[in-house]
């Protein structure tokens, strides 16, 4: 495609409640990174893959949080029994290794 | 701990003003510094980014200083212009993962 899609743009979902939100990288690039958006916080690193395996998830914020890249395109978060403080805009962003790195327009997750 | 600092938090420049973003960094393993720029409900895109080899780069109104000794760059913005409003990250990249600084919300008024 032209660009990073993520989908869905926006999600409410109810305290306790699992969600999966998506990212379709640029074809082609091999590197692909999740980061959270908070209000007033910048971007927290989340996980990063290179192709299907994932060397850095240092910055999963707990167990709650997974992700899985299949055929090295396209990924899925997981966000497992939802608190209000996940509550962000998710971006994912995808690169060819070791150069300028394109951002979707993120996923802003509302949790009630 | 905070490895990308930024100042200001905010800042408010009027038009054909300079509009300056500082960065400071502590990770010397750092190898690239972009700047993005976000507007509101969109994802970040790259506006002008730098190597440490080089203490200057300029694209059109868009100016990255380098300074590798006090682990310092900052983002000059000439002819600042109302289209120019909005949120301005740093961010430095080692081992293929970029950190972030907070941002900074830039006003340009007419």
């Known amino acids: 495609g032209a660009g990073v899609s993520q989908s869905p743009s926006n999600k409410v979902t109810e305290k306790g409640k699992d969600v999966e939100l998506r990212c379709d990288p640029i074809?082609?690039?091999?590197?692909l990174y999740w980061y959270r958006q908070s209000l007033g916080q910048g971007l927290e690193f989340l996980i990063y893959f290179q192709g299907n395996s994932a060397p850095d998830k240092s910055g999963l914020p707990s167990d709650r949080f997974s992700a899985e890249r299949t055929g090295g395109s396209v990924s899925t978060l997981t966000i497992q029994r939802t608190q209000q403080e996940d509550s962000a805009v998710y971006l994912c962003?995808?690169?060819?290794?070791?150069?300028?790195?394109?951002f979707g327009q993120g996923t802003r997750l509302t949790v009630v | 701990q905070q490895q990308v600092k930024q100042s200001p938090q905010s800042l408010i420049v009027q038009k054909g003003g300079i509009s300056i973003i500082n960065c400071a960094y502590e990770?010397?393993?750092?190898?690239?510094f972009p700047w993005y720029q976000q507007f509101p409900g969109k994802g970040p895109a790259l506006l002008i980014a730098i190597r440490p080899d080089v203490s200057e780069k300029k694209e059109g109104r868009f100016t990255i200083s380098f300074n590798k000794s006090a682990k310092q760059f900052s983002l000059h913005i000439m002819d600042s212009q109302p289209g120019d409003s909005a949120t301005y990250f740093c961010?430095?990249?080692?081992?293929?993962?970029?950190?972030f600084g907070k941002g900074i919300t830039l006003s340009v008024r007419p």
């Open positions: 961010a430095a990249r080692a081992n293929s993962k970029l950190t």
């Open positions: 990770n010397t393993a750092f190898d690239y």
């Open positions: 074809s082609g690039h091999t590197a």
């Open positions: 962003a995808s690169s060819l290794l070791n150069t300028e790195a394109f």
